[in-house]
């Protein structure tokens, strides 16, 4: 087991994220965000404190971390509340201003809820593979999409038809490959007003993409990343699912009063 695994696992025996129904592929679908409290108790009741180990703990995170417990770098929850309140705020901000946020979150046991997170806030995500060029190339991106929303539209009022079932076949294969690497900005019209990133080592490509462009960068940062391109960043564990759904619940909260 991995220094990953061991933290996730720690971190899981502390507490389940709060919930008002049994997890799901659309977790966030009929959450009742009302009940959403974001303090010290549930940011330590959901592992969100566990950092990594102490030898990998990058330099620049010292200011965020609070002790070592056992090895584990231990976060201070007081910084980590103080800086999802400031996230929230500047996200909301950019809701209000009518733009919209892209959720990134390629680990593989985050996939599910941030795409849910983003469905629920009615913002685009990425939970695949980030897709270079993305925002620096928007121009190809938003043709790709084009052609995606123009040919499931064809096959769902039946315009292929007049192909064989074998070219039929390619061209299903194809959507459907195209709608796994982007269906989830294929309605995005122009670049955000700001990413969210669930783990900035795991998706190092969308911030740098982001940076590039200008684009204000709100992430979840562990105590093993660099936090230098980062504009809003929150200190605290990516690794539990618990610790991410408790952030993405109060950050969907703040999106949808």
């Not at 919930?19 to 659309?26: F, H, I, P, V």
């Not at 549930?42 to 620049?60: C, T, V, Y």
């Not at 897709?131 to 039946?158: D, H, P, S």
Request: aromatic share 8%; glycine share 6%; proline share 3%.
């Amino acid at each position: 087991m991995d220094k990953t695994e061991e933290k996730g696992t720690q971190t899981a025996k502390v507490a389940q994220a709060p919930q008002d129904k049994t997890n799901s592929e659309d977790y966030f679908a009929d959450f009742d965000l009302s009940k959403v409290s974001i303090d010290l108790e549930s940011l330590l009741k959901n592992g969100a404190h566990f950092g990594h180990q102490k030898a990998r703990k990058d330099p620049r995170m010292d200011e965020y971390i609070f002790t070592t417990r056992r090895g584990i770098s231990i976060f201070d929850l007081e910084k980590t509340l103080e800086k999802i309140e400031e996230a929230a705020k500047f996200l909301k901000e950019i809701k209000s201003s009518g733009k919209q946020i892209v959720f990134v979150g390629t680990k593989k046991q985050l996939q599910d809820v941030v795409k849910s997170a983003a469905k629920r806030c009615a913002m685009p995500y990425v939970i695949e593979r980030w897709l270079g060029g993305t925002f620096t190339n928007f121009r190809v991106i938003r043709t790709r999409a084009k052609y995606l929303n123009e040919g499931q539209g064809k096959m769902e009022k039946g315009e292929y038809q007049m192909y064989t079932k074998l070219e039929r076949l390619k061209m299903s294969e194809e959507l459907e490959k195209l709608e796994r690497k982007m269906g989830g900005i294929k309605e995005m019209a122009e670049l955000p007003g700001a990413i969210f990133v669930t783990d900035i080592k795991q998706d190092e490509l969308a911030v740098k993409e982001a940076v590039k462009m200008n684009i204000p960068v709100v992430a979840i940062v562990d105590s093993n990343c660099n936090p230098g391109n980062v504009d809003y960043p929150i200190p605290a564990n990516d690794d539990a699912v618990s610790s991410v759904r408790l952030i993405l619940a109060y950050i969907c909260k703040t999106l949808t009063e």
